[in-house]
């Protein structure tokens, strides 16, 4: 009996191999028709959501977005968004800070 691996028959690996990609192929046939339902069960729900918000005048949910209001609007909601207000003294603070550090800068 000869050692080692027994040679492999071209054959079987051909037909292994077509086997395996017929599997992987029917996975993610099934993983397209999957997505595809829940795409269509979100899209319902939206457009439900939707029209509970507007009372059903805007039926796709997109608002068309104007000037500088698009920069900062965010896919989802299409609203700016919104900024942290920062008080008076803490501008003061960091305006002081600013000009002692850039003052200690010239020094140099």
Known sequence: MP?????????????????VIGWALGGLEREISMTRERLASLTAQASSLRSRLSGG????GAQPAKGAAAAGASE??????RRR???PE????IS????????????K
Do not use: F, I, Y
Not at 57 to 60: G, I, K, P
């Open 3 to 19: 050692r080692g691996r027994p040679k492999k028959n071209t054959d079987d690996v051909l037909m292994k191999s077509a086997e």
């Open 57 to 60: 005048t805007a039926a796709s």
């Open 76 to 81: 989802e909601g299409g609203r700016k968004r």
């Open 85 to 87: 207000k920062m008080s």
């Open 90 to 93: 803490a501008r003061k603070r």
């Open 96 to 107: 002081e800070m600013m000009k002692k550090r850039w003052a200690e800068r010239r020094k």
